[in-house]
């Protein structure tokens, strides 16, 4: 029902900024939210930020907060995260996700997309 295709990953030096998008296409209408996340080598994947596409309303995961933004744009049915202050533990691959309906679980992922902070 729904395909996300992330861009904007790649490589920047600590305390520089990148911003990932997530294209979404399909029935878009039915999405509830719209989330990264993100998997370190040798780490589970862990939840970065979600938006309510609806009401707007945002969450974060404390270790991102004050420096990561979700935001959306429903004309164009994308999600991106405006990331600053990134610093090397921010290194992983990261991955937009919706969830659908009533859906609990984020239950369709994009492909990935690969950022790298330096130190």
């Known amino acids: 029902q729904v395909q996300l295709v992330e861009s904007g990953g790649g490589l920047v030096q600590a305390g520089g900024s990148l911003r990932l998008s997530c294209a979404a296409s399909?029935?878009?209408?039915?999405?509830?939210?719209m989330g990264w996340f993100r998997q370190a080598p040798g780490k589970e994947r862990e939840f970065v930020a979600e938006?309510?596409?609806?009401?707007?309303?945002?969450y974060y995961a404390d270790s991102v907060k004050g420096r990561f933004t979700i935001s959306r744009d429903n004309a164009k049915n994308t999600v991106s995260l405006q990331m600053n202050s990134l610093k090397p533990e921010d290194t992983s691959v990261y991955y937009c996700?919706?969830?659908?309906?009533?859906?609990?679980?984020?239950?369709?992922w994009g492909q990935g997309t690969q950022v790298t902070v330096s130190s």
């Open positions: 399909g029935r878009t209408f039915s999405t509830y939210a």
């Open positions: 996700a919706a969830r659908l309906g009533s859906a609990i679980k984020y239950n369709y």
């Open positions: 938006i309510h596409w609806s009401s707007g309303s945002t």
